[in-house]
């Protein structure tokens, strides 16, 4: 039967498909891995989103709140949330989705927060030493008091929706403004938040692939064992034919005139 090409050929299906179901086992293990320590990682923090008992997102008690955090992340940055993964009866923060709402979070209060901004006479004097008269506070220009007072002079600064980029460091109120709003403990959260929803929809991609290989697997497996049941099927037929010897037929003979 091997010595036919398409016995040949099964036989070499059937090992590339027990290749691909190994390679599968590899690959699933390595997902499971990742998604327990995934999961151990987010229950040592033990961020849990908030939801109504009517099961809808709140942010500080309002429903109005979550639906402007799921806009931000939905419509301005264009992430895809998977609502499965937004479970009100399992809050733990754990799956992509749920991750990248609590960045959205964080950025929500970051942009549309308030910066109590203290600035000093250093900080209105010019390199040339010349104190300034005003100062821009949101977009209104204020007399600076003389004599400068010690304390320094306040602005209630409105971040108004900037990103670290969209502040005009050479206004000095928005270049304190900046540093204030998004500090380094911001950008560290938004940061970590990012690593665990990458992580996540990593996971889901290599499960994905782990199911390719099974599939293959499979395909290639039943590939193979049809091949050499229609070889041996084909071999059989053949010992068949030899085995039953041709039928002759008597040669007529000439009738007696």
């Known amino acids: 039967m091997l010595k036919k090409p398409l016995g040949l050929l099964g036989v070499f299906l059937i090992i590339v498909g027990i290749g691909y179901f190994v390679g599968a086992g590899v690959a699933y293990s390595k997902v499971q891995g990742g998604y327990g320590a995934l999961q151990s990682f987010s229950e040592q923090q033990n961020v849990e989103l908030s939801y109504d008992e009517n099961g809808d997102l709140t942010d500080r008690g309002t429903v109005e709140g979550g639906q402007a955090i799921m806009s931000l ?43 109590t901004v203290v600035l000093a006479e250093k900080n209105l004097t010019s390199e040339d030493g010349v104190l300034a008269t005003e100062y821009d506070c949101n977009g209104e220009m204020l007399p600076v008091p003389d004599p400068f007072p010690e304390e320094g002079v306040t602005c209630d600064f409105e971040v108004d929706g900037r990103y670290w980029t969209g502040f005009d460091r050479s206004v000095p109120v928005e270049a304190k403004a900046r540093d204030q709003a998004w500090s380094g403990t911001a950008h560290a959260l938004v940061a970590e938040l990012g690593v665990g929803a990458a992580t996540h929809s990593t996971l889901q991609l290599a499960l994905g692939v782990a199911a390719l290989l099974a599939g293959l697997g499979v395909v290639c497996t039943v590939m193979g064992v049809a091949f050499l049941l229609h070889t041996r099927s084909g071999l059989k037929s053949t010992k068949s034919t030899k085995a039953d010897p041709p039928t002759t037929s008597d040669p007529p003979t000439l009738a007696a005139v």
């Open 73 to 115: 992340l939905e419509d301005d940055w264009g992430f895809p949330v998977v609502d499965g993964d937004m479970d009100p009866d399992d809050p733990l923060v754990n799956s992509a989705s749920e991750y990248m709402y609590q960045m959205a979070t964080i950025s929500y209060h970051t942009l549309h927060g308030t910066q």
